[in-house]
């Protein structure tokens, strides 16, 4: 098992292994925060690994409950994280309770919000069992609901007491979530660490095929950036910004499509439409480009062009909407090159003149 250190406040650690959920590092962590657990979990994790481990809780003298919901994007609002209160609420549990939240992002999000307000705070342990969380949501402290007006617009900045990242429910997890992780796995390597980028282009096989040193290493490794990122710039004011990298134009693709594409997929177009603007601008050799290109093309995510029924005006427009405007306008993470972002006379993001933005988008409209 490896074990990483995320230095805010509170400090917790990121335990990666196999099996983890059965530990007794959980059991004692429980045991420790409160007199008793409450599992919040996906449905579908619920059915897999919810019920075994309420038991195995059980089994260790916790007082323990679970509560399952619907983990998709489209139920991850405020009414979603009332219905879970009250839940919590009908079990008669006061600030004395830790939660406990499993499954993916979404059930990261909105179990580490629920966790942030309950009774003004309590302590939260998340269990991801999607390669995305494992990689991005659970760390860092980002919690929240979507709204009609976007994507995480509603919520906190709230530090697990632990992450627990147990690569057996990789085994479980369908094929385009697997996809989803990877995307964000590239892109740590992308904007940090030409060494990780190589690594997961030499193993491609291994990490498809869930080998479990290959997959502990990347994942290790991935976490490890993410950590450095939050520890440096915890909300985000700064140089975690830099991990919205390709989500510019992904979000804005995310939404046109009204949430068909996955996100995965749409930040993978994102992460090819920015490195071309960046190429445009100077900034980016083409040999770079081609590796990202080709990266994305061997664990084959994003093979092919945008479907051509996506309105370039209509990406624009929900460009206007994004979280990294100022006066209304968008904001890009550029790169310099594999392994480093560009940093301009304004910071991480960088404005981009509107004739390079359209060539972004024609590019990944034409020949991605
Ligand atoms: N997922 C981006 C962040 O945590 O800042």
Do not use: W
């Amino acid at each position: 098992m490896e074990k990483i250190t995320v230095k805010l406040a509170p400090s917790y650690p990121i335990y990666i292994g196999k099996d983890l959920l059965s530990s007794n590092y959980l059991i004692d962590l429980c045991r420790e925060k409160a007199s008793q657990t409450v599992i919040i979990a996906d449905q579908n994790v619920s059915d897999l690994y919810g019920r075994s481990l309420l038991a195995h809780l059980k089994q260790n003298r916790i007082k323990a409950h679970l509560l399952s919901f619907k983990g998709s994007e489209k139920n991850k609002t405020r009414k979603t994280k009332e219905q879970l209160e009250d839940a919590i609420f009908e079990l008669g549990c006061g600030r004395d309770t830790c939660i406990v939240a499993l499954g993916g992002g979404v059930t990261t999000d909105i179990a580490g919000f629920v966790a942030s307000t309950y009774c003004r705070g309590v302590p939260v342990i998340y269990l991801p069992t999607s390669l995305l969380a494992m990689v991005d949501a659970s760390i860092g402290g980002k919690t929240g609901v979507d709204t009609p007006y976007g994507k995480n617009l509603i919520g906190t900045f709230y530090q697990p007491q632990a992450v627990f990242i147990d690569i057996a429910t990789l085994q479980t997890l369908p094929d385009k979530e697997f996809k989803n992780g990877l995307v964000e796995l590239i892109k740590h390597a992308i904007i940090c660490d030409k060494k990780l980028f190589s690594f997961l282009s030499a193993n491609v096989a291994k990490i498809r095929g869930l080998d479990p040193s290959s997959l502990i290493k990347a994942i290790l490794i991935s976490c490890e950036i993410k950590k450095s990122i939050v520890e440096r710039d915890e909300k985000d004011f700064g140089v975690r910004q830099i991990l919205n990298f390709g989500h510019t134009i992904g979000h804005a693709l995310e939404c046109v499509s009204n949430y068909r594409l996955s996100h995965g997929k749409a930040v993978a177009f994102g992460i090819i439409a920015e490195s071309y603007m960046a190429l445009k601008l100077g900034i980016l050799p083409q040999d770079d480009l081609i590796k990202i290109k080709g990266i994305f093309e061997n664990y084959h995510i994003n093979v092919g062009k945008l479907d051509k029924s996506y309105d370039k005006k209509a990406i624009k427009k929900a460009l206007l909407l994004d979280k990294k405007n100022i006066n209304q306008t968008p904001r890009f993470i550029l790169i310099k090159d594999v392994g480093s972002v560009y940093v301009g006379a304004a910071g991480y993001t960088s404005v981009v003149p509107n004739r390079i933005i359209d060539r972004g988008i024609n590019f990944i409209e034409t020949s991605a």
